[in-house]
C-alpha cells in the first residue's frame, strides 16, 4: 500500500516550458488535491477533484491546469512555466464519504523555473 | 482572507518542555480541525486530529485543547524531544470532501 505517489521528485525548467506532474494514490479515495508551499505561506490548494470526472478551482489555480484521469490519478500541468511557479508542490487525498476525514499527502515535487 | 490564522511562526522549546502551537478560525461551519506535521524534505503527515463535539484530545505526548466558543484550537506537545523539530501546520474544513484550509505553519525547534 504506497498511498499517494508522486512524480517526478525534482524537476528544473526554463520559463515558458511546460510539464506535467502525476499524482497516484492506491486509497479508493474519491478526492484528489492539489496544493503548493511556499515558505511563509502555508500549504495553498490550487485545483482539488471531490470525485471523478469533477475538478474545482482552489486559491491559486491561475497558471495550471488539471485532470483526474480516473479514481487513482490527478495530474496537474503547467502550460507555460513561470518563475513564480517555483514551490514545492503536494497531491493530496481523502477519503470523501462521510465520518472519514482524514486526508493523506505525497512527498511532494520540487519545481524550480530558471 | 485568510480563515485559519496560526501562531507563533516560530517557536524554540528547551529538550523536556511544553510546546504550544495556536489556531483560531472564522468558518463556524467547520467541524474537522487536524494537525499536520512536515520535516524537511517530506510531505506534511496527519498527527492528530479533533471534531468539535469533544474539547481536547490526547495521543500520547500530543493534545489538541479544543474551544469552540472562543474559535480556537490549540496543540501541546508534552516532554518536547529534539525529534519533535519539524513544522507544524493545522488545518480546519467542513465535513466530506470540502478542502482543508491551512494555516501558514509553525516552525518548532527543540533543543538539548
Known amino acids: 500500500n504506497a498511498g499517494v505517489t508522486q512524480t517526478p521528485k525534482f524537476q528544473v525548467l526554463k520559463t515558458g516550458q511546460s510539464m506535467t506532474l502525476q499524482c497516484a494514490q492506491d486509497?479508493?479515495?474519491?478526492?484528489m488535491y492539489w496544493y503548493r508551499q511556499d515558505p511563509g505561506m502555508g500549504l495553498r490548494l490550487i485545483y482539488y477533484s471531490a470525485s471523478e470526472g469533477t475538478t474545482d478551482k482552489g486559491e491559486v489555480p491561475n497558471g495550471y491546469n488539471v485532470s483526474r484521469l480516473n479514481k487513482r490519478e490527478f495530474s496537474l500541468r503547467l502550460e507555460s512555466a513561470a518563475p513564480s511557479q517555483t514551490s514545492v508542490y503536494f497531491c493530496?487525498?481523502?477519503?470523501?464519504?462521510?465520518?472519514?476525514?482524514?486526508?493523506?499527502f505525497g512527498p511532494g515535487t520540487r519545481l524550480t523555473v530558471t | 482572507q485568510q480563515q485559519v490564522k496560526q501562531s507563533p511562526q516560530s517557536l524554540i522549546v528547551q529538550k523536556g518542555g511544553i510546546s504550544i502551537i495556536n489556531c483560531a478560525y472564522e468558518?463556524?461551519?467547520?467541524?474537522?480541525f487536524p494537525w499536520y506535521q512536515q520535516f524537511p524534505g517530506k510531505g506534511p503527515a496527519l498527527l492528530i486530529a479533533i471534531r468539535p463535539d469533544v474539547s481536547e484530545k490526547k495521543e500520547g505526548r500530543f493534545t489538541i485543547s479544543f474551544n469552540k466558543s472562543a474559535k480556537q484550537f490549540s496543540l501541546h506537545i508534552m516532554d518536547s524531544q529534539p525529534g519533535d523539530s519539524a513544522t507544524y501546520f493545522c488545518a480546519a474544513s467542513r465535513r466530506g470532501n470540502t478542502p482543508l484550509v491551512f494555516g501558514k505553519g509553525t516552525r518548532l525547534s527543540v533543543i538539548a
Open positions: 486509497m479508493n479515495h474519491n478526492s
Open positions: 493530496a487525498s481523502r477519503s470523501g464519504q462521510s465520518g472519514s476525514y482524514e486526508q493523506y
Open positions: 468558518n463556524t461551519a467547520f467541524d474537522y
